[in-house]
T-cell receptor, first 116, second 113 residues
Framework: GAVVSQHPSWVICKSGTSVKIECRSL??????MFWYRQFPKQSLMLMAT?????????EQGVEKDKFLINHASLTLSTLTVTSAHPEDSSFYIC????????????FGPGTRLTVL | AQSVTQPDIHITVSEGASLELRCNYS??????LFWYVQSPGQGLQLLLK??????LVQGIKGFEAEFKRSQSSFNLRKPSVHWSDAAEYFC???????????FGAGTRLFVKA
């Protein structure tokens, strides 16, 4: 089946630094990738939708200048948390679709970000 | 706007007992419906999905779900729970136009010996 990987699986950083999280589709081309955020014991909240070669579409309330998303190729999307603060600590999960109109997402294993 | 409601925050069942997790959705047309399971600190695993056709769908790990349009429900069931089923379960809906997935709040399943 389709596999999506994330790197790193966990990261600890100091407040004020930037952190990049990679999301890769390993065995398919992902025209659309999604980034979710999950706080402890809560559900997944969609942050943004990215299509290869175009700007990401952010959900209401998500700061686009703080959460930079780049979808430079059909197999890679990156999320950069800029000037991270402790309140950005969360579990970030990406997912990918393998074509327009495809109805199933393939989820990555998630990245645990802890900002000290 | 579409939404998903999982009324039970957590459920505890005995090992070997049957399980039903509730899910209600709000959507104008027939949505695409999914159930996912998440173990602590892990990503999501797809259990099953409904797009159309037979309203009773079979999934992995012995799970099944039934789509009931009249009740706007898509409840997840398993006839005999195993201790390894303890996890968080998410019901989700995808709108056929926007391709966005909306997740329910999740139900935490505890399994007691």
């Amino acid at each position: 089946g389709a596999v999506v990987s994330q790197h790193p699986s966990w990261v600890i950083c100091k407040s004020g630094t930037s952190v990049k999280i990679e999301c890769r589709s390993l065995d398919f081309q992902a025209t659309t990738m999604f980034w979710y955020r999950q706080f402890p014991k809560q559900s997944l909240m969609l942050m943004a939708t990215s299509n290869e070669g175009s700007k990401a579409t952010y959900e209401q309330g998500v700061e686009k200048d703080k959460f930079l998303i780049n979808h430079a190729s059909l197999t890679l999307s990156t999320l950069t948390v800029t000037s991270a603060h402790p309140e950005d600590s969360s579990f970030y999960i990406c997912s990918a679709r393998d074509g327009p109109g495809a109805d199933t997402q393939y989820f990555g294993p998630g990245t645990r970000l802890t900002v000290l | 706007a579409q939404s998903v409601t999982q009324p039970d925050i957590h459920i505890t069942v005995s090992e070997g007992a049957s399980l039903e997790l509730r899910c209600n959705y709000s959507y104008g047309a027939t949505p695409y419906l999914f159930w996912y399971v998440q173990s602590p600190g892990q990503g999501l695993q797809l259990l099953l999905k409904y797009f159309s056709g037979d309203t009773l769908v079979q999934g992995i790990k012995g799970f099944e779900a039934e789509f009931k349009r009249s009740q706007s429900s898509f409840n997840l069931r398993k006839p005999s729970v195993h201790w390894s089923d303890a996890a968080e379960y998410f019901c989700a809906v995808v709108d056929t136009g926007g391709f966005k997935t909306i997740f329910g709040a999740g139900t935490r399943l505890f399994v007691k010996a």
